[in-house]
Every structure is written in structure tokens, then in C-alpha cells.
């Protein structure tokens, strides 16, 4: 491990691992961003012909950096080893469909993401505990572990797919994705978690501000299905590694309101005809933009600025809970 190799203290090697993490997304973003496919353009998507010929599935080149870098940089041990194979797993099947010329249906990429979720949950119990920590009632539960391989499934699906869908606007699903895991990541020092995953989670989110460089609005490449799907499981395994799953929903709150209610909607239609949110364009980021008269630029800062307010209310929640012992898994 580069850590012994080098001889340098730990917090030295994790200083230079942010450093490199992050210009090695630039610099590779900047060089290889003309050999990915190209964007056709949204047909159903407000401004959806604006990224039409635009380089897509950059997240090949950010997951695979973040990836690298946290084999190099991070103390690792099985567990984390694994979930990097999941999430790279989980780009390559996003970044095969960013490459198709015809798109993959959507219960092809359902069932993978499913595959992929399961593999997720039997990782996680293999190594940690099945009890979770409701921290805001000052309790723990156990829960049967068939169970809460069911929930943990449910889970990383919802979470690839939310995250998914909330990629429409340039910089919004990375600057949301950012702050839900910055917000993670304060929770897991708050509950003194070992440093291991902490530090994953800090590679990763460098790794993302590396791609916003460039998908800042008006954007010259996009993640594609690579790096949001990407993203949304690495988000899931965060929350789980909290020790408190239920973070999940005010920790990346405005992911799931944009991504999940167009899920929803859709779910709703298709399996039991009921027509909801008739009058509402979905996801709820062409809402506000075409109803709203928001632009590009207003969204995500304003929808950043939510979050921001949620994850400081979740932390201060977390804080004032005077008598609570957040105890990790084991």
C-alpha cells in the first residue's frame, strides 16, 4: 500500500490522495472527454436539445479515478473493496447505455440495478450488524436480517434510480450528491465511525467537484447514466454505513423529491392506472423551470440551498439529542 511504500504518516497520504484524486478528474476529464459518445439530446426534457452532440457518460472517467484513488490512498479492507466493484458495476452498466445507439429499456437496466442492489445488501450484512439506530427517538432496533436485506435492496434501488432521474440540469444531481454526502460524512464523525469509509466518501465527493468543473452550467460534458447511477449507490452505501439507514431521507431529500416523484408518478400510471400530478411537469427540476420560469442556474442553486438547510437541521437534530449514544455497527 502506498502508505507504507512511501513511508509518510497517514494524514499525510490522505492530504495528497484529496489533491490527486482531484486533479487526475480534471486533467483526464480535459483529455479523454472527446472520446466518449455523444449526446442526442432530450426530446421530452425542458432544453433537452441544448445538450444535443455534447460529450456524454463522463462518470467512466470520474468513477474510474475515485475508484483507483481510493485503492491507492485508503486504508482498505474487503468490505470497502467490494463496494468500489458494486459502484463500478453499477457505471459500467449506465455507461453501456450512455454508448448504445438505441437506448436500453427500462426493465433491462431495472433488473441490473436490482442485481446490483441485492449484491449490495448480502456485502453488508456479511460485515456489519442488523441493528440500525434511530437516532432522532434515541433508540436502536434490530431487524431479522432476511428483512433488512429486503430494505436494503429497496434501498440502493431507489437510490440509483432517483439520483438518476435527477440528472437533467447542468451541475444539479453532482452538487446535490455533494452535499448529501458532505452531510453523511459529518454524521459519521459525529458517531466517531472509523475513518476508512469516511475517507472513501471524501475521495468521491472530489472526484464529483472535478466533473463540475466542467457540467457547471452552460456545461461542455455530461455524467450520463454512468455517473448518476453511479453515484446513487454509492450514496445508499453511505447512509447504511452511518448505522442510521433512515438519514437517507432528509440527507439526500432533494434527490428523492425531483428523481422519486416522476418514479412514482410512472409507477402509479403503469401498473395501477391512477393518474396523479396531472398538471405537473416531471422531474420536478423541468417543473420549476418551465412553470416557474426558473433558469438553469436559479434551480440548482436553489434547490442546493434546500438541502443545505435539511442537512444542517438533520445535523443539529442529531447534535441536541442530549443523552443519545449513537453507537456504530459492529
Known amino acids: 500500500m502506498i502508505v507504507n511504500f512511501l513511508g509518510m504518516d497517514y494524514p499525510v497520504v490522505a492530504f495528497i490522495g484529496i489533491m490527486a484524486a482531484f486533479a487526475a478528474t480534471c486533467l483526464l476529464l480535459s483529455g479523454l472527454s472527446r472520446f466518449l459518445p455523444r449526446d442526442h439530446g432530450r426530446e421530452f426534457a425542458h432544453d433537452g436539445k441544448l445538450s444535443e452532440g455534447k460529450p456524454r ?36 452498466t449506465g455507461y453501456f447505455d450512455d454508448a448504445a445507439d438505441k437506448a436500453w429499456g427500462e426493465y433491462k437496466k431495472g433488473v441490473l440495478d436490482l442485481l446490483i442492489a441485492a449484491a449490495t445488501a448480502v456485502t453488508f ?26 430494505l436494503i435492496v429497496i434501498l440502493v434501488w431507489v437510490s440509483i434510480n432517483v439520483t438518476n432521474c435527477a440528472d437533467g440540469v447542468d451541475g444539479l444531481s453532482g452538487t446535490l450528491a455533494i ?21 472513501v466518501m471524501l475521495l468521491f465527493i472530489v472526484c464529483i467537484l472535478g466533473y463540475l468543473w466542467y457540467n457547471a452550467a452552460p456545461s461542455n460534458l455530461m455524467m450520463g447514466d454512468a455517473g448518476s447511477r453511479a453515484m446513487g449507490i454509492f450514496i445508499s452505501i453511505a447512509a447504511l454505513k452511518t448505522g442510521m439507514p433512515l438519514l437517507y431521507i432528509p440527507a ?34 423541468d417543473h420549476v423551470r418551465r412553470a416557474k420560469g426558473w433558469s438553469n442556474t436559479q434551480t440548482v442553486f436553489r434547490f442546493a440551498i434546500i438541502q443545505i438547510v435539511i442537512a444542517i437541521a438533520m445535523v443539529a437534530l442529531l447534535l441536541c439529542q442530549e443523552g443519545v449514544q449513537i453507537t456504530l455497527r459492529g
Open 125 to 150: 450484512l456479511h460485515y456489519n450488524s442488523n441493528v440500525i439506530t434511530i437516532a432522532s427517538l434515541g433508540m436502536q432496533v434490530e431487524i431479522m436480517k432476511p428483512v433488512y436485506g429486503v
Open 57 to 92: 457518460g463522463a462518470g467512466i472517467i470520474f468513477i474510474l479515478v475515485f475508484a483507483f484513488s481510493a485503492f491507492l490512498f485508503a486504508a482498505m479492507d474487503m468490505e470497502i473493496m467490494i463496494y468500489l466493484a458494486l459502484v463500478v458495476a453499477e457505471m459500467f
Open 252 to 285: 439526500a431529500f432533494m434527490l428523492i423529491l425531483d428523481g422519486g416523484l416522476g418514479l412514482f408518478k410512472v409507477f402509479l400510471l403503469r401498473f395501477l392506472n391512477i393518474h396523479v400530478l396531472k398538471n405537473t411537469h416531471l422531474p420536478v427540476h
Open 179 to 199: 452535499i448529501t454526502l458532505s452531510s453523511l460524512y459529518v454524521v459519521d464523525r459525529m458517531a466517531g465511525i472509523s475513518g476508512e469509509f469516511s475517507y
